[in-house]
């Protein structure tokens, strides 16, 4: 049995030695006489099987993640199928570059795409030890088989990623001829750094430079001697040998490739010995890319910005194309999120509504820019994640459903600026009064389906409460704003049409959180009572702060790849209402600034326009509002129970009879406004 073994194997490496003695055409002329015939026939074959392979293959770009900055420029996010970020071979170190090639292929840039001196020893060295333990793979070999694996792999062919690796004579001949047809066309440098941006590292990291800012938290250009022979032996063993879950081995392997260094005379004797005694240990400082939301600075604008993006038609043909470019396509994509005011948000929401506070109530912001619909910042009071805990949730409150949001809150009493839009368009002035019943907290006034017919009416009576105490009769709708009188509301909106009021609210982009319409039952329309989130809220009042012209949320100014803009997306903004009804509607929440809710939330030094919002049994409240520069929309309330009644509370040493917007919601708006607009000039409003 030995004996036949011993036979078997001797054939085996004869063949393998035929095969590539018949593509480099070197037939050894010292064989044995009686073989010549048999081989030279049985080259003949080869060669010919060998020439009809393909002799060139299309080498894709690299998978490689995307990074998405903020204005000033810092990495928010990297979305990734893999962590890779391609480099050219100058921003490599030399020590890398010869680590790598010394202990894979050190002969790479004197042969060719074989290498008949490496194959001859492999092929000895196997029959002297009876075992296949010698590699005779070129580097642009190992180049092309992982190459042709890497390929299959992103177009979703497993059977064709396992041809690419397995261990049969066709695929051999295959990448012998593909190595070949390569080394016409590249030069050596190139093969080098394709081999290094391609290569996986282990633990995630795909390419030299993910690696090295994995391992070691440094760039590839900055590797030392220990961290390049790190590195360089990692490849043939990524999984068992890399540093984050195998220290001793990583230290064992790196100690090799130092050896072979040493041995190649790349490093001098003391070189070699101090990198030997220099522990692993030393050289790590192993950091994660955020490449997840979780690990994002900023992970609600990273929710955020990735769906926005797979929605984007610029960007690809389908979601799967978009999704693919974003995580595969290695972008830059510039956004319009500003830190410093996104620190102002996360402070002043802090600070009045902390964390984990004992009545269980959250609070969000959101920031825009009037006239651009640029999404300056936005925040809450929880802490990003998934777990179940108190404080924690992975729910963004502050965006609509479609970019990770909730099913958003009632907005109140904020929605009487687009009843006084419409009756400023129907012509009833700022010295307009209105007629309304009495009401106070605990006694309503009743209104009629006869009061509100349809199709935006009531199928029965409604009984409308007012946050304070209201005899009724006439009331300057100046002064109905400031005391935000619902019944003084319920009647204008009866006279000026419910329906008509929708259609002010849907040309300035309101809309529920989960996409649907605005409803056209009259409580949604006059008091609020459908759930919004912030950011439509925020870009509705930004539309008025404009003037009536409406814009598009616009996260993002600029996506390049490889240096080069692939889209540069302008603001969107259309006129939606004519600029004087709106202006003069404007007055009216001025007012509020400084005789109603809004008084004791007045900006320094400026002009504002707000309003506070309250939903039933005060479960969720609002303010909204805006200058010329910035509009700000905050909710604060309970974002599990809605039903939940909310009196006398207390929170951050501030006590309230009820959770009205102007309690908690104001003071945020106020500090996040104040901050955030210090040092601009004080704008007149349109």
Not at 48 to 53: G, K, T, Y
Not at 168 to 195: F, H, N
Not at 288 to 300: A, D, F, K, L, W
Request: with cysteine; net charge positive; aromatic share 8%.
């Amino acid at each position: 049995m030995g004996r036949r073994n011993e036979v078997n194997r001797t054939i085996t490496l004869l063949t393998a030695f035929i095969t590539v003695a018949v593509v480099l055409g070197v037939l050894a002329a010292g064989i044995a006489a009686p073989s010549v015939a048999a081989l030279g026939t049985l080259a003949e074959a080869g060669d010919n099987a060998f020439n009809s392979l393909p002799s060139s293959f299309t080498i894709n770009p690299l998978a490689q993640g995307s990074r998405i900055l903020a204005a000033d420029g810092s990495v928010i996010a990297t979305p990734q199928d893999e962590n890779r970020t391609v480099v050219p071979l100058s921003a490599v170190a030399p020590i890398m570059r010869k680590a790598q090639v010394a202990i894979e292929d050190s002969r790479f840039y004197q042969h060719g795409a074989v290498d008949p001196q490496g194959i001859v020893r492999a092929i000895l060295e196997d029959a002297r030890t009876g075992a296949a333990t010698q590699g005779a793979s070129t580097l642009t070999q190992q180049f092309v088989k992982m190459s042709l694996q890497e390929q299959a792999l992103a177009a979703g062919q497993d059977t064709a990623a396992q041809a690419a690796t397995a261990k049969t004579l066709m695929r051999k001949l295959t990448e012998l001829r593909y190595a070949t047809a390569l080394e016409r066309v590249w030069s050596k440098d190139q093969i080098l750094a394709g081999y290094l941006n391609l290569a996986y590292y282990g633990d995630g990291a795909y390419g030299v430079e993910a690696a090295a800012e994995h391992y070691f938290g440094v760039h590839a250009s900055k590797l030392t001697l220990t961290e390049a022979a790190t590195l360089a032996g990692l490849v043939r063993s990524p999984s068992a040998t890399d540093p984050a879950t195998h220290p001793k081995a990583a230290q064992s392997r790196r100690d090799v490739v130092l050896d072979r260094m040493h041995q190649l005379g790349i490093i001098s004797d003391s070189a070699w010995t101090k990198a030997k005694k220099r522990p692993l240990a030393k050289d790590l400082n192993i950091t994660e890319p955020p490449s997840t939301c979780v690990n994002s600075p900023e992970p609600y604008f990273c929710e955020f910005i990735i769906p926005w993006l797979e929605q984007q038609p610029a960007l690809g043909p389908t979601a799967q194309a978009r999704h693919d470019l974003l995580f595969r396509g290695g972008l830059t994509i510039h956004t319009t999120l500003d830190p410093k005011i996104q620190k102002i948000v996360d402070t002043s929401i802090r600070q009045v509504a902390p964390e984990k506070n004992h009545i269980g109530v959250s609070a969000a912001a959101y920031v825009t820019e009037p006239g651009t619909g640029k999404v300056v910042a936005f925040g809450q009071n929880t802490q990003y994640g998934l777990a179940q805990k108190k404080g924690v949730t992975a729910i963004n409150y502050a965006v609509d459903q479609q970019y990770g949001g909730s099913g958003g809150f009632q907005f109140g009493s904020t929605a009487k600026a687009f009843a006084l839009v419409t009756a400023m368009k129907q012509g009833l002035g700022l010295h307009a009064s209105i007629d309304g019943p009495g009401a106070g907290p605990q006694q309503a006034a009743t209104f009629t389906k006869h009061q509100f017919p349809q199709p935006c009416g009531l199928y029965q009576p409604w009984h409308v409460f007012n946050d304070e105490p209201w005899g009724g009769g006439t009331i300057s709708l100046m002064e109905a704003t400031a005391k935000s009188v619902n019944t003084a509301f319920a009647a204008l909106d009866s006279k000026i049409g419910v329906c008509n009021i929708r259609r002010t609210m849907l040309a300035f982009g309101m809309h529920a959180s989960d996409g649907t319409p605005m409803g056209t039952y009259p409580p949604q329309i006059v008091l609020g009572a459908q759930t919004i989130s912030p950011q439509t809220l925020a870009n509705a009042y930004a539309g008025i702060a404009a003037g009536g012209v409406l814009c598009q949320t616009y996260p993002v100014t600029e996506v390049d790849r490889a240096g080069k803009p692939i889209w540069q997306p302008q603001p969107s903004c259309t006129r939606v209402e004519p600029q004087q009804p709106v202006s003069q509607a404007t007055k009216f929440l001025e007012y509020n600034m400084t005789h109603g809710s809004g008084i004791l939330n007045q900006l320094s030094g400026r002009t504002s326009a707000g309003k506070t919002g309250t939903a039933d049994g005060n479960s969720q409240s609002w303010f909204v509002g805006f200058t010329p520069q910035l509009a700000t929309a905050v909710w604060v309330g309970n974002p599990t129970n809605p039903n939940r009644r909310m009196f006398n509370v207390s929170m951050a040493g501030k006590f309230c009879s009820s959770m009205t917007g102007a309690c908690y919601a104001a003071p945020i708006w106020k500090r996040i406004m104040n901050r955030s607009l210090a040092g601009q000039p004080a704008a007149s409003m349109p």
